[in-house]
């Protein structure tokens, strides 16, 4: 995230890198991917379910990150990564969820 190599966050969360995790002050890979100006890293990790409303020790959101950076567009990107993150995760409880290849994953 601080690098903001998009496809290096793509490659870790498939090899199961936890977009969860927190450094000691509160910051998610998320906070760290805004406070960079990294969009496309910030969106990707929306998209791969880092939590978008997380607050940092001080109370920081990544909205608070990406307004005081007057990045507003970024803020738009990491919300339509949110909404594909929430729709996969949908229709993988569905059964619904495509897979590479064509097929369903059940």
């Known amino acids: 995230a ?5 496809d290096q966050i793509t490659a ?4 199961g890198a936890d977009v969860t995790v927190l450094s000691q002050e509160g910051w998610s890979a998320l906070h760290y991917a ?4 990294h969009t496309a890293a910030a969106a990707e990790l929306a998209k791969q379910g880092c939590d978008i409303e997380a607050l940092t020790h001080y109370g920081y959101s990544v909205n608070d990150l990406c307004e005081c950076y007057s990045w507003p567009g ?3 990107q990491i919300e ?4 594909i993150y929430k ?5 993988a409880r569905t059964g619904h969820l495509t897979v ?3 097929g369903k994953k059940k």
């Not at 601080?2 to 998009?6: E, I, Q, S, V």
């Not at 870790?12 to 090899?15: D, G, K, N, Q």
């Not at 805004?34 to 100006?37: C, D, P, R």
């Open 87 to 91: 729709r996969n995760a949908r229709k």
């Open 100 to 102: 590479p290849g064509g």
């Open 2 to 6: 601080l690098n903001g190599d998009k």
């Open 12 to 15: 870790l969360v498939e090899a």
């Open 80 to 83: 339509k990564g949110n909404r």
């Open 34 to 37: 805004v406070a960079n100006g």
């Open 74 to 76: 970024m803020w738009k």
